[in-house]
């Protein structure tokens, strides 16, 4: 799993005056579920928004599938957007439009497929997502938190995307529907083989379905590696985030210690 995917190479960012990122580094590889935690404001959201242009950034260089996406033409842009899947915290369904129609809209915008073969490809990222049949029908402010975000999963998927960027996906959502997101996260990332870049507080999705994790703090990439790596790191905010109250309840507890 040595394909880089993404990497960013001392970028920056800031908004007027103010610096949310100095430099940083980081290489995505193809297949991997990496979670990026750091303090709240410490930038993991811009971070996100940076990547998929959303945001522009004041230096350095962001590679996605081998080409820097904010100096493409809008036709190039769009074959990036292409491969890729958003889920923003909020889900960010468009409310006038039902669960299907909101999967939709990628495949009508970027294919030339009949609707019906639109909504054939549509009603399997619902499945896929978990949602049972009738909810294709249901407006976004008819959803639960849980199924709004596999709505907004569904729609991610739509394009059977090569990485998948997901903001917070479990945040707000109760510990039994968060486990069940995390779980079918994790199945069909192994089912379809997409890379996940993950922006979470979640210390649980990061036991549970993360293969590495980076750590953005004093306005960088300030750890990155396997959990268990990560977790010996001595800066103090990772030591509170890993070792204190929440942290330790989170780890998961060895075989013959339960
Ligand atoms: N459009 C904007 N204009 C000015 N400042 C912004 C803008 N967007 C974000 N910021 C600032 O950038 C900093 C980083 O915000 P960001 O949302 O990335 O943090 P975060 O790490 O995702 O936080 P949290 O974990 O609380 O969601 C914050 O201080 C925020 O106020």
Redesign the pocket.
Known sequence: MNDVILSLRNVKTR??S?V?HDDVNLDVYKGEIIGVI????????????TILGL?THAGGKIEIFGKQYHKLNTKEKHKIEQRWGVLF?DGALYSSLNVMENVDVALKEYTKLSSATRNEIAMLKIFLAGLPAESAELMPSELSGGMRKRASLARALAMDPEILFL??PTAGLDPITANAFDELLKTLQHALGFTVFL?T?DLDTLYTICDRVAV?AEKRIYAVGKLDEVVKNPYPWIQEYFNGPRGRSAKPVPCGEK
């Open positions: 908004f007027g103010r949310i750091g303090g709240s404001g410490s930038g993991k959201t811009v971070l996100l928004r945001n915290q903001d917070e922006v507080h953005l």
